[in-house]
């Protein structure tokens, strides 16, 4: 099974305030033995004509990001171009529309559907989505690093963690940028899942 982990970076938590400032995607499949380090990757900044609006952590969280985006280089693209620019991607690397001209994925991502599909959806203008669409159930992977003793779902970190014990390998990772993020996402999912 094809699946795309996928992340965003916010200047806050309120998708109707806030705005995205980053997007990522990585595509991978259950039981592949690619290399992580060349899977396709997919990674914009989201620039805008007015300012941002955001909440003090955001902008303490993120200074490289805004540095990238005060530089306006070509990873750098309207909310409006992103899901052009991601269509391209993904028929690039062999994703390709149905019979209706739709491309359906499957999305991995910590607390995908409730964070980063909203803000999605909410700042997307409607007929700027490229007739792509995401399957309605994302993968999370945190369900897969639960113990015991838990009594709510891990953080990324948690769960990165876990696997980190587990495995007894460490790899170098930025939190709160979305390539990384995505990245771990990955990570996790091939730790946990694997198919014979």
């Given at each position: 099974?094809?699946?795309?982990?996928?992340?965003?970076?916010?200047?806050?938590?309120?998708?109707?305030?806030?705005?995205?400032?980053?997007?990522?995607?990585?595509?991978?499949?259950?039981?592949?033995?690619?290399?992580?380090?060349?899977?396709?990757?997919?990674?914009?900044y989201i620039k805008k004509d007015s300012s941002y609006i955001c909440d003090a952590k955001a902008i303490a969280m993120h200074p490289k990001i805004f540095e990238k985006l005060a530089e306006k280089d070509?990873?750098?693209?309207?909310?409006?171009?992103?899901?052009?620019?991601?269509?391209?991607?993904?028929?690039?690397?062999?994703?390709?529309?149905?019979?209706y001209g739709q491309i359906i994925i499957n999305v991995a991502g910590k607390n995908f559907g409730s964070f980063d599909y909203q803000f999605l959806l909410e700042k997307i203008p409607e007929g700027h989505w490229n007739n792509i669409s995401f399957r309605q159930r994302f993968i999370d992977p945190s369900i897969l690093y639960l113990t015991d003793d838990d009594i709510f779902l891990p953080d990324l970190k948690t769960c990165v963690d876990r696997m980190n014990e587990k495995t007894g390998q460490s790899f170098a990772w930025n939190p709160h940028t979305a390539i990384d993020d995505a990245m771990q996402i990955v990570r996790l999912m091939r730790?946990?899942?694997?198919l014979y």
């Amino acid at each position: 099974m094809q699946y795309i982990s996928i992340d965003i970076e916010t200047t806050g938590l309120n998708p109707i305030e806030h705005d995205i400032i980053e997007f990522a995607a990585i595509i991978d499949e259950i039981g592949s033995n690619k290399p992580i380090e060349k899977l396709p990757k997919f990674h914009r900044y989201i620039k805008k004509d007015s300012s941002y609006i955001c909440d003090a952590k955001a902008i303490a969280m993120h200074p490289k990001i805004f540095e990238k985006l005060a530089e306006k280089d070509e990873s750098c693209v309207f909310i409006e171009d992103l899901m052009y620019a991601f269509g391209n991607f993904l028929q690039n690397n062999e994703v390709f529309p149905n019979k209706y001209g739709q491309i359906i994925i499957n999305v991995a991502g910590k607390n995908f559907g409730s964070f980063d599909y909203q803000f999605l959806l909410e700042k997307i203008p409607e007929g700027h989505w490229n007739n792509i669409s995401f399957r309605q159930r994302f993968i999370d992977p945190s369900i897969l690093y639960l113990t015991d003793d838990d009594i709510f779902l891990p953080d990324l970190k948690t769960c990165v963690d876990r696997m980190n014990e587990k495995t007894g390998q460490s790899f170098a990772w930025n939190p709160h940028t979305a390539i990384d993020d995505a990245m771990q996402i990955v990570r996790l999912m091939r730790h946990k899942i694997k198919l014979y």
